[in-house]
């Protein structure tokens, strides 16, 4: 593991990475989704694609990296811009999982690989939207001491500008977006996923120009249990953007 400072909005950020295969032709950054880590990613991806240099990110705020700010989707984007800048990183390929989708959709990579990915906006239940109008209510009474009985599950045990940031970029719509993405696109999704529903892979698969959408058995984390099959498809995208540009 190393660490690398980076300057954001007059803020030092220390941004934990790994890579893999450093001597390979072929850069692949691998981006989580919100509340995990590069392990993760990790765990399921470096035994494949062995013809890549793997770079594994913990975005800042999660793991090893560092955050004390509020922060938008863009902000997470400059930041890694910056990043991939000062280390001598290529944008061949991206994978992003989840909230790490929406990342890697704004540094407009060659190859975008997006597995379960966040960005298009799916309605709130009746029971979520009531509990939001509850604690609305109760913080106008100055009553905020019950957030973590009131907030997402994914945003318990945040600390104050993650929370903020979780309410930043929970509830956004990259639908624009993704239309206006130019590369190579790989959707990988699982049949049964309730945080990003594969219906909004579609509408994503509608979106971008050149993509292909690959469908499993399984949920948000279908990928944990298909890391060769997912590994494969992102191979022939990548070797497929290679003939169109030749």
Not at 75 to 99: C, M, P, Q, W
Not at 215 to 229: R, V
Request: net charge neutral; aromatic share 12%.
């Amino acid at each position: 593991m190393a660490l690398k400072n980076i300057q954001h909005k007059q803020q030092s950020m220390y941004i934990s990475y790994e890579i893999i295969n450093p001597e390979a032709k072929y850069d692949i950054v691998f981006l989580h989704g919100w509340g995990s880590n590069k392990e993760l990613m990790k765990g399921v991806f470096a035994p494949h694609l062995k013809q890549f240099r793997h770079i594994y990110i913990d975005l800042p705020g999660f793991g090893n990296s560092t955050n004390a700010i509020a922060l938008e989707t863009d902000d997470y984007a400059t930041v890694l811009e910056r990043f991939f800048a000062e280390t001598g990183i290529s944008k061949n390929i991206i994978v992003g999982h989840s909230f790490g989708g929406k990342v890697g959709l704004l540094l407009q990579p060659d190859v975008l690989v997006l597995v379960a990915s966040a960005g298009i906006y799916v309605p709130k239940s009746f029971k979520v939207w009531a509990k939001i109008r509850l604690f609305k209510v109760l913080k106008v009474f100055g009553i905020t001491s019950l957030r973590k009985i009131f907030a997402a599950s994914d945003a318990k045990e945040l600390s104050e500008p993650m929370y903020q940031t979780f309410k930043n970029v929970v509830n956004e719509d990259f639908s624009k977006q993704f239309e206006n993405y130019e590369g190579e696109a790989l959707l990988c999704w699982g049949r049964d996923d309730t945080a990003t529903p594969l219906h909004t892979a579609h509408t994503i698969n509608g979106l971008i120009k050149n993509s292909r959408l690959v469908e499993y058995s399984g949920d948000h984390y279908f990928f944990m249990q298909n890391g060769g099959s997912v590994a494969s498809e992102i191979e022939n995208t990548f070797l497929a953007s290679l003939g169109h540009k030749s």
